[in-house]
């Protein structure tokens, strides 16, 4: 039996053809195991949570996940926004729609020197500034509103955080 060069072609062609699906089935069954693996072997994720809140406060909580299945994990953070990703740990985020805890504990509206709306961090004076506003035209302001703001307005919740910046804005300098 002679082979022409084409029949040879072909016949080497064929043998190719069997040796890389055999490889491919044997791809499959070993991708299969993997999954299988995966599926008895939990992911542990290291997950950080960010929340952005109304008064530019952010705070991180870290969280260490045991991932049996991503669907589920996904699941459990679709309120969620992925800010980044590497290979054992995600960052989440998040904005709230409140003042932060840090805000309702121990935040105080107050005034600064230069008569700037500030929220401090304990009441007005020598404690840390966390946030500034704009400056207040101490002379339209009536007496009662200048006392309140030297002593201190505490911050207990977002409505009373929202009336506060409502109450002072009409006494705001404008820049002509």
């Known amino acids: 039996m002679r082979f022409t060069g084409k029949a040879m072609a072909r016949f080497c062609f064929a043998v190719f053809s069997v040796i890389l699906f055999s490889l491919g089935m044997a791809w499959d069954g070993f991708a299969a195991q993997v999954e299988t693996k995966q599926a008895t072997e939990p992911l542990h994720i290291t997950v950080i949570l960010e929340r952005v809140y109304l008064d530019g406060e ?25 800010k980044n990703r590497e290979e054992s740990s995600m960052v989440f985020t998040r904005k709230m729609d409140d003042i932060s805890p840090l805000l309702k504990a121990n935040g105080y509206f107050g005034i600064t020197e230069d008569g700037v709306l500030t929220i401090f961090n304990g009441r007005p004076g ?17 007496s009662n509103k200048q006392e309140e703001l030297l002593q201190g ?9 929202v009336k506060v910046l409502e109450t002072f804005k009409p006494y705001s300098v404008t820049k002509e």
């Open 126 to 142: 020598s404690s840390k500034i966390i946030q500034s506003f704009f400056q207040i035209d101490m002379k339209k302001l009536e």
């Open 58 to 82: 952010v705070s991180q909580e870290v969280v260490h996940e045991k991932c049996w299945s991503m669907e589920n994990f996904w699941a459990k953070y679709d309120a969620w926004t992925l």
């Open 153 to 161: 307005i505490p911050i207990k919740t977002k409505d009373h955080y």
